[in-house]
């Protein structure tokens, strides 16, 4: 565990099935324990996207506790929408899966990928326009009570529609499997069987 880089955690849903509950009232459980998890485990978090089955997080843990964190917000997400629906069974399908970003260039790829998620699934149109994710609070579009970090890649000085537009930026097919493979290793790398590199697409 590298308590000095950010990690992308991603996790789905039991047979990938979309939630029992309202997304409006998921999002409200995940906020209340990703607040709580801010102040009581030391959790920096950088970005957060619910989707109808599954969540993207990219967060740090200077205090190195990631592995606790992952048990406790897991489980106790899990329990809280089970009471909500009378589910008795987990919630979560499989194991959380985190990948380390060591470099500012694959925290880009991340980044980018994470808040596209909603757009690339046919939920909206454009990155600010999703409900279920922290851009919208960054934006002031609407009140989020997850504690964010800063966001110097949102907040680049007055680069802030320059940002968006690059976020907004569709990626080619390669690159957006590339990045999805590299997220689904310990440390985000690309094999060298996929022979791909990537480069900055930001301005």
């Given amino acids: 565990?590298?308590?000095?880089?950010?990690?992308?955690?991603?996790?789905?849903?039991?047979?990938?099935?979309?939630?029992?509950?309202?997304?409006?009232?998921?999002?409200?459980?995940?906020?209340?324990?990703?607040?709580?998890?801010?102040?009581?485990?030391?959790?920096?978090?950088?970005?957060f996207v619910l989707m109808t089955n599954h969540f993207h997080l990219l967060a740090s843990f200077p205090n190195g506790n990631l592995s606790e964190f992952a048990t406790y917000f897991?489980?106790?997400?899990?329990?809280?929408?089970?009471?909500?629906?009378?589910?008795?069974?987990?919630?979560?399908?499989?194991?959380?899966?985190?990948?380390?970003?060591?470099?500012?260039?694959?925290?880009?790829?991340?980044y980018k990928y994470v808040y596209r998620n909603p757009v690339e699934a046919g939920a909206c149109e454009a990155v600010e326009e999703y409900r279920y994710s922290t851009l919208a609070g960054l934006l002031g579009r609407q009140h989020v009570m997850i504690p964010l970090d800063e966001d110097?890649?949102?907040?680049?000085?007055?680069?802030?529609?320059?940002?968006?537009?690059?976020l907004n930026t569709p990626v080619d097919h390669v690159r957006k499997e590339a990045v999805r493979c590299a997220l689904r290793r310990s440390i985000f790398q690309l094999s060298k069987r996929e022979g791909y590199s990537l480069e900055s697409e930001r301005l």
């Fill in 1 to 47: 565990m590298y308590s000095e880089h950010p990690y992308h955690l991603s996790a789905r849903t039991n047979g990938r099935d979309w939630f029992e509950l309202d997304l409006d009232q998921v999002w409200e459980i995940m906020s209340c324990y990703l607040h709580f998890a801010h102040y009581a485990y030391g959790v920096r978090i950088h970005s």
């Fill in 74 to 110: 897991m489980r106790e997400t899990s329990r809280a929408i089970g009471r909500e629906v009378g589910r008795i069974n987990h919630v979560w399908g499989g194991r959380v899966f985190r990948s380390c970003i060591a470099s500012g260039l694959h925290y880009e790829h991340a």
């Fill in 152 to 166: 110097p890649l949102l907040f680049d000085g007055d680069r802030t529609n320059e940002t968006l537009r690059w």
